[in-house]
């Protein structure tokens, strides 16, 4: 059996989300749990939104929960020559093609569709037209989807998901300037970098169906999916700024232990049977996939607090002060004075139980 590989793929466009912490978290559990490696992917093609600051903040955020990873950290953007390679060569093999069509033609392609009350899928005159009739004008290049069958996503979390293959389009790999699209450089990112387990949001399902498209037309081995179900608010809702905080800073800057936010995010949509409190050991340990449920989970602030308490109460002393010394930090407060130190050392047997 090969080693196993997890990654976590932030976009560094902003804060890191509870959302993201709990994915890498689950990636983390895993692979740590089976001797594997766990790595992250800076997804920084968006030149415009990305930004170094947000990338620190994500690292920021993935120490303070106590996620180490393996190796260098992979820039998706430094990547994209091998990105565009990997589209040649399926155009090169009759996997793909050129596209000529221009933004008004597809428009008016799905115009009339509707009209017509038919699928607006977009089907390009030019997946099968002969070289020689090419204008000489900017092109995309286009995967070639099957056309008829079913795609089937093999999910640890979702069961099996069909997909009608009519449904599919023959989506672009590279656009106009010859910049390569997401989709084509998650699929060739994970497969260089040995990802054996895609474990993320359940959102990314139906991108499953289209990235498999490429892995079967470059004739590699397909990873083992794990859709995980998204995290709504106490009403149902998905989480947002109107439950309350949502990034992970958030909660490390009002003080909450990161023993305990790690115990909580596990919580959030994986079980052991009935144990809400644990260690990261035992986490490690029992972490699995089949303990991972299919409906969203629901964030739950007065069951956090209870966990934080627990874990206040069972954290060794030094290690409670080496906390307390990041919550600091991260608020941009002055370190303790020995004589404060030493004092808080002392007394910290009165806070606890």
């Not at 005159?125 to 070639?144: G, H, Q």
């Not at 169906?209 to 794990?226: D, F, G, S, T, V």
Request: proline share 4%; net charge neutral; hydrophobic share 35%.
């Amino acid at each position: 059996m090969s080693q196993v590989v997890t990654r976590i793929a932030p976009s560094p466009t902003g804060s890191m989300h509870i959302g993201t912490a709990r994915t890498a978290l689950f990636n983390w559990l895993y692979a740590r749990g089976r001797d594997g490696k766990f790595y992250i992917r800076i997804e920084d093609t968006d030149r415009k939104r990305s930004t170094p600051e947000a990338t620190e903040v994500i690292l920021n955020g993935l120490n303070w929960l106590g996620l180490d990873y393996d190796d260098e950290i992979v820039s998706q953007f430094e990547r994209a020559p091998r990105h565009i390679e990997i589209a040649n060569k399926l155009l090169k093999n009759g996997k793909a093609y050129k596209c000529f069509s221009t933004p008004d033609e597809i428009q008016e392609f799905k115009d009339a569709a509707r009209k017509k009350g038919i699928s607006t899928l977009f089907k390009s005159p030019w997946r099968d037209a002969d070289p020689s009739t090419y204008p000489n004008s900017s092109y995309v290049i286009r995967i070639k989807s099957p056309e008829n069958g079913e795609t089937i996503v093999k999910d640890e979390v979702q069961g099996e998901v069909i997909f009608k293959n009519n449904q599919l389009d023959d989506m672009v790999l590279l656009r106009s300037d010859g910049s390569p699209v997401y989709m084509l450089a998650v699929v060739v990112d994970d497969y260089d970098m040995g990802v054996t387990h895609v474990i993320r949001g359940d959102d990314h399902l139906n991108n499953a169906a289209r990235q498999n498209l490429i892995y079967r037309a470059m004739e590699w081995k397909l990873p083992i999916y794990a859709h995980i179900p998204l995290i709504h608010g106490e009403d149902g809702k998905k989480l947002s700024k109107r439950h309350g905080a949502t990034s992970i800073e958030e909660y490390q800057q009002v003080g909450y232990p990161s023993s305990a936010m790690r115990n909580y995010l596990a919580r959030l949509g994986w079980s052991h049977g009935d144990q809400e409190f644990f260690t990261d050991l035992e986490a490690i340990e029992w972490f699995d996939l089949k303990g991972i449920r299919k409906s969203a989970a629901r964030f739950d602030l007065k069951k956090l607090q209870n966990l934080s308490g627990q874990h206040l109460n069972a954290t060794d002393n030094a290690a409670l002060l080496h906390e307390i010394h990041k919550f600091l930090s991260s608020n941009n407060k002055s370190a303790l004075s020995y004589e404060k130190n030493k004092l808080l050392s002392d007394a910290l047997y009165c806070l606890k139980n």
